[in-house]
């Protein structure tokens, strides 16, 4: 019996033509202060995002995502922007920028940047305005400020937490040093939140758009998508814990308010503007963290974002029962709307794939986070619409756990004193090539260190040894890429599940692909006859072992 998903759903007769360079793209994503250092000064930075992009065209990608790389005080590491149309010195400059996009154009790679619209830094020219301006002025009302409760002003508004830790509110200073209002911050102190209900927010916004697709941008990666808008009366929460427990934006009150989808469609005819132009597309991708994939496909309607991020195939557990469960539910409630799903396994917010399929601390030595996770990637690339892949994942990286204490950085840890959450280990520097830190990562003088210390045992994952091993988590990527990029089946088009023992799931993608995944620990005969295309590991005399992927072409003989 076969079960049928149609990926491209009821089509919205606006939808976009199938030809669409977005719906079936492969981005990978750079997290630029980690991917190669051209200076040697031990940080990442876009020359040497452009030195890797002839890597990046190899491994077969379709484009790249760049972290925020604008002016910053870096407390969140670019995501506190100084500056939305400036390039912070730590990463280079303007010029190298329009280089970077120039050589990546050249290649055929599209450019996505990431855009941060929901907070600003607290040394942005809007914040320091603010601060430096009385209560009620035009100045403070680009912001959240609010008095205090209590009889001296010296409790916070409401009782929201943020999702780094501690009170979601901090109080100001008056100029002549008494205790004056408050301010929203949902995630730091040096993050304040903007507030979109002034119509100024969203103007300035639509002209950092047009900054950057006129200097090339091929679109955007948004930042906290379902944010921007709170409840206006900024009501006490039944929950306000939430955030601050799992750390993602839970609280109904600070998050997925109705008025943000105007936002999207104004950013979407902005990008329909240019489009018209020249026949290119350019896109929009938001991060989206809603609680249903019913919610989440609001986001991408014909008239607002291209695509959003679907994050539950990321965090289902390893199950075959659980996978097919968010498929299902992102294909028939996501492609419905025309758009097609964006596939994740990993971000630079989360536990690596490797270490986080491996159940258990220890569970690593066997190999089975490995072989997981080289499953999942076929998986992945095996299924209608998009994907993002995070760099380190084609080398097989686990996460760094042991990190030192002293050299964490991430705002979670200096907030709240616990490691748990932290995601530095899923951003320690790459390594490239050589045997001990830095690993080709700093291309200046000798011994530069990198930003975050890279273990010894990063040498066997290098990119150099990668390349050379036809049996690499890269070779796997590559050829999985090719493979999608030259068979019409995968891509855009129907999914059909074909029955499978417990434990395995089974599909079919157009007309004869077969990919199957086995997710348990004993061999299954394999769901198709002959050798798999591709296989996340040896797969002997027709069988599927376990924490294996497989993709066979199917005879019609």
């Given at each position: 019996m ?6 491209a ?17 492969v981005?990978?994503?750079?997290y ?9 000064d ?16 190899k ?14 005080p870096?407390h ?27 050589d ?8 996505l940047l ?18 430096a ?9 680009r ?32 100029a002549d040093?008494?205790p ?16 979109w ?35 206006p ?16 934006s839970v609280n ?13 469609r ?29 919610e989440h ?28 469960g ?5 294909v ?26 491996a ?25 209608p619409?998009?994907?993002?892949v ?9 996460e760094?756990?042991?990190?030192p204490?002293e ?13 748990k959450?932290?995601r ?7 390594p ?32 150099d040894?990668?390349?050379a ?26 999914l ?5 023992p ?26 198709a006859?002959?050798?798999p ?25």
């Open positions: 076969l079960t049928t998903l149609a990926a759903g009821r089509p919205s007769p606006t939808a976009p033509s199938s030809g669409s360079w977005w719906r079936d793209a981005i990978y994503q750079v630029v202060r980690s991917f190669l250092d051209s200076t040697g031990g940080i990442g930075d876009l020359a040497g995002v452009r030195a890797g992009l002839p890597y990046l065209r491994l077969g990608v379709d484009g790249i995502w760049l972290s925020p790389f604008y002016p910053s870096q969140d590491h670019g995501y506190d922007v100084a500056d939305y149309c400036g390039v912070d010195p730590l990463y280079g400059d303007l010029a190298e920028f329009d280089r970077l996009v120039a990546a154009h050249r290649l055929g790679l599209k450019v990431d855009i941060v619209p929901n907070h600003c830094s607290s040394e942005h020219p809007w914040f320091r305005e603010a601060l301006s009385p209560p009620g002025s035009p100045a403070r009302s912001f959240h400020f609010a008095p205090g409760r209590g009889s001296d002003g010296a409790e916070p508004p409401n009782n929201w937490r943020a999702m780094f830790g501690g009170p979601a509110w901090s109080r100001t200073t008056t040093g008494g004056g209002e408050w301010y929203l911050h949902l995630f730091t102190p040096e993050q304040p939140d903007l507030n209900r002034d119509p100024r927010v969203g103007d300035d916004f639509e002209e950092v758009l047009r900054f950057w697709l006129d200097r090339g941008a091929d679109g955007f990666r948004i930042d906290v998508a379902a944010g921007l808008f709170k409840h009366g900024l009501p006490d929460s039944d929950d306000p814990e939430a955030d601050e427990r799992t750390r993602d109904p009150l600070a998050w997925n308010q109705p008025e943000v989808h105007e936002v999207w104004r950013w979407r005819a902005v990008c329909e503007e240019y489009t018209a132009r020249d026949g290119h597309e350019r896109l929009l991708v938001g991060e989206v963290s809603v609680p249903t994939a019913r496909a609001d986001y991408v309607r014909a008239d607002e974002l291209h695509q959003a991020f679907f994050f539950d195939l990321l965090s289902a557990p390893w199950d075959a029962a659980a996978f097919r968010v498929i299902d539910e992102a028939r409630d996501i492609a419905g709307t025309g758009s097609t799903v964006t596939w994740v396994l990993n971000n630079h917010d989360q536990v690596r794939t490797v270490t986080r399929y159940g258990e601390p220890g569970v690593e030595a066997s190999g089975l986070g490995s072989a997981r996770a080289r499953a999942a990637a076929l998986l992945m690339l095996a299924l619409g998009a994907a993002y995070y760099q380190g994942e084609e080398l097989g990286l686990p760094v756990l042991d990190l204490d050299v964490l950085t991430d705002p979670i840890f200096r907030r709240t004193g616990s490691r959450h932290i530095d280990g899923c951003r320690v520097p790459l490239w090539s050589g045997h001990a830190s830095p690993f080709g990562f700093s291309q200046g003088e000798a011994g530069a260190r990198p930003w975050l210390p890279q273990p010894e045992w990063f040498a066997a994952h290098a990119t040894r990668a390349l091993d036809t049996r690499s988590f890269w070779h796997l990527y590559r050829e999985g890429l090719q493979l999608r990029r030259c068979l019409p089946q995968l891509g855009e088009g129907t059909r599940w074909l029955d499978a417990p434990g395995v799931l089974a599909m079919t993608r157009g007309d004869g692909l077969v990919c199957a995944v086995n997710f348990g620990t004993e061999p299954v005969p394999a769901p006859a002959g050798t295309l591709l296989s996340s590991g040896p797969c002997p005399d027709g069988t599927l072992p376990g924490s294996t992927a497989a993709w066979w072409a199917a005879d019609h003989s």
